[in-house]
């Protein structure tokens, strides 16, 4: 056995017998020490400052003020995009994360804000900034990502007004507000 997995195996069980018994982990909560030690602020940050920019994207998008955008861009992936790399953990096992966007409310969120930087990106070095049907595809991606942050929240049960149904609408409301 090598050392790390014995070193997990003496943190999980360690001889005194104050570890986690082999039945715990499945009935009550357990921590996750690679997600939540000191990086649990990180998810905040990133949903922040992705909202901001997305926010600052969506405002620009309508007054077609291109330096606005691209500010708004480049909030959203450099800001909130790295700090989101910061919370996963460890980020050479997130890949198995964002593979599962059909029962992963982060992965979803992952795919919507990869598709508004690719598409971003062409709208800013091409003329589709006048393409109506372009731009109501950004201002829809502009929506949900700036909702992602709380519907992920949504189903925290702890804290009874983040999994209210106004959560939505206000988010909605004070994404495009800081924008």
Not at 11 to 33: A, C, H, L
Not at 45 to 55: D, H, K, N, T, Y
Not at 145 to 150: D, K, L, R, V
Request: include cysteine.
């Amino acid at each position: 056995m090598d050392t790390r997995h014995h070193d997990l195996i003496q943190s999980m069980f360690p001889p005194d017998g104050s570890g986690v018994k082999p039945y715990e982990w499945m009935i009550n909560p357990t921590r996750q020490r690679q997600w939540i030690d000191n990086q649990g602020s990180f998810l905040w940050l990133a949903f922040f400052f992705s909202e901001i920019g997305v926010g600052l994207y969506f405002i620009s998008l309508f007054y077609a003020y291109k330096p606005g955008m691209v500010l708004g861009w480049l909030i959203a992936l450099l800001l909130g995009g790295l700090i989101r790399v910061a919370y996963l953990g460890n980020p050479l096992r997130a890949w198995r994360m964002i593979m599962k966007p059909r029962t992963s409310k982060l992965s979803r969120g992952i795919w919507v804000i990869g598709m508004f930087a690719v598409l971003e990106f062409f709208q800013i070095f091409t003329a589709a900034a006048v393409n109506m049907v372009f731009n109501t595809i950004m201002a829809i991606l502009c929506l949900i990502i700036i909702s992602h942050g709380f519907t992920t929240m949504n189903v925290i049960r702890a804290l009874p007004t983040w999994s209210s149904t106004t959560v939505l609408p206000f988010s909605i409301v004070s994404g495009v507000w800081v924008g």
